[in-house]
């Protein structure tokens, strides 16, 4: 099993920035990818951006250009880098990591809140 502890949400102005830590622990081996998602009250939840275990990387159109997800493997850690921060990306962000088997069930964190507004 895989443990997810996010950190890094806030309230920035818009343009501004911030940066998303997820910090891994657990069953680190059974990881595929790591992914954000973000999620608005009322809406689905929606895939930001993800990295594969070998480095590969994955965003939303509405974040390309904008948003840098990476990864340090030896903190087990995965950063989601948002510059030129827009209200519409005010939402709460979560954590997921997709397994290598496709029989194991994704494991999330739990959620920091992320507010763009003057």
């Known amino acids: 099993q895989v443990q997810l502890v996010e950190s890094g949400g806030g309230l920035v102005q818009p343009g501004g920035s911030l940066r998303l830590s997820c910090a891994a622990s657990?069953?680190?081996?059974?990881?595929?990818?790591l992914g954000w998602y973000r999620q608005v009250l009322g809406k689905q939840r929606e895939l930001v951006a993800a990295?594969?275990?070998?480095?590969?990387?994955n965003y939303a159109d509405s974040v390309k250009g904008r948003f840098t997800i990476s990864r340090d493997s030896a903190k087990n850690t995965v950063y989601l880098q948002m510059n030129s921060l827009k209200p519409a990306d005010t939402a709460v962000y979560y954590c997921r990591a997709t397994m290598i088997k496709a029989t194991d069930l994704p494991s999330w964190g739990q959620g920091t809140q992320v507010t763009v507004s003057s």
């Open positions: 990295i594969t275990s070998g480095g590969n990387t």
């Open positions: 657990g069953s680190i081996g059974s990881i595929y990818a």
